[in-house]
């Protein structure tokens, strides 16, 4: 069973950049395809990048396409989101999530890791 754990959240100022990371304790990430999502309060959950285990990504929309990269390290379970130029509506909970069923849904989630853009 897959339990992916999120970790690199923090605060930091407009224009900053911020590193988090996804790994699983049981060390089976590297099978699956992994995606992270954001949660602003009082707004819906919002598709940011996903990867499949191949490598293959994708950007939920133009605004982080440029500025965000995900990437991954199978040999460290480990799925990256890469973050520059941050910018306050940049600032939510972010979650890592993983398809363990191939052609299915996000059904794994993590707990989250809290990001805020402010000055």
């Known amino acids: 069973q897959v339990h992916p754990i999120e970790s690199g959240g923090g605060s930091v100022q407009p224009g900053g950049s911020l590193s988090l990371s996804c790994t699983d304790s049981?060390?089976?990430?590297?099978?699956?395809?992994v995606a992270w999502f954001r949660q602003a309060t009082g707004k819906e959950r919002q598709y940011v990048a996903g990867?499949?285990?191949?490598?293959?990504?994708?950007y939920g929309d133009d605004s982080v396409e440029g500025r965000f990269t995900i990437s991954r390290d199978n040999a460290k379970d480990t799925v990256y989101l890469q973050m520059n130029s941050l910018k306050p509506e940049d600032t939510a909970v972010y979650y890592c999530a993983v398809v363990t069923i191939p052609g299915g849904s996000y059904d794994v989630w993590g707990q989250g890791t809290q990001v805020t853009v402010s000055s």
């Open positions: 049981g060390g089976s990430l590297s099978k699956y395809t």
């Open positions: 990867i499949s285990w191949q490598g293959h990504s994708t």
